[in-house]
């Protein structure tokens, strides 16, 4: 086992429909840092835009499964398997309901929170010992975000001007947060993410 290897995977649905939606916040941030981190994503046999580099001498991983979010521990499995990295080793970046737009939330482990994606990680990997970069995108009905519109519809529909602004400010903390969780481990990219609200 490389303990130096490492998985981010973000969470969302493939194809040019999707691709602003509040469901895909996992793929926006994780073509962030890849450009930040100046990779460009293949394609092959995973069914996945994936890329390898190397990030505070740790060998990373991004991954975004293509075969829509309901069936992304698949990917996330057969990929984690061929490069032998433990479940504790994978972060997910996800969208979150239940957390006001723009707050971001880092966490090690727990259930899947009625999250399609992170239920098939879980199946699919056989454990929930993986960390979890929550975003929000609030809720339909609470706090004045769109009253009359089902779940569904709302995460799979266009962020507003001002969801997709939030998001875009906080990508610096959002990397800040990620490179602390290689550096010096979970509990130090808690203390910056999860201060964010």
């Known amino acids: 086992m490389v303990e130096s290897d490492y998985l981010i995977v973000g969470l969302g649905n493939p194809g040019e429909n999707y691709l602003n939606t509040r469901h895909n916040v996992g793929f926006i941030v994780v073509d962030e840092l890849a450009r930040r981190w100046g990779g460009d994503f293949s394609t092959g046999k995973w069914r996945a835009f994936f890329l390898r580099t190397s990030l505070n001498g740790r060998r990373v991983h991004l ?3 293509t075969t829509y979010m309901n069936l992304s521990g698949q990917v996330v499995v057969r990929y984690a398997d061929f490069y032998r990295i433990p479940a504790r080793n994978i972060l997910v970046i996800h969208d979150d309901l ?46 004045g975000i769109h009253p009359d519109m089902a779940v569904e519809r709302f995460v799979l529909s266009p ?17 800040q947060g990620v490179r602390l969780y290689f ?3 979970p509990a130090w990219a808690m203390n910056l993410v999860n201060s964010v609200k």
């Open 98 to 143: 239940d957390m006001a737009p723009g707050r971001l939330k880092l966490v090690n482990g727990g259930g899947a929170g009625g999250h399609n994606g992170i239920r098939s990680l879980i199946q699919y990997l056989s454990s929930s010992d993986f960390s979890r970069l929550k975003i929000g995108i609030g809720r339909p009905g609470k706090g």
């Open 159 to 175: 962020m507003t001007d001002d969801e997709r602004r939030l998001l875009d400010e906080r990508m610096d903390v959002i990397e």
């Open 63 to 65: 991954l975004k499964p």
């Open 183 to 185: 550096e010096k481990g």
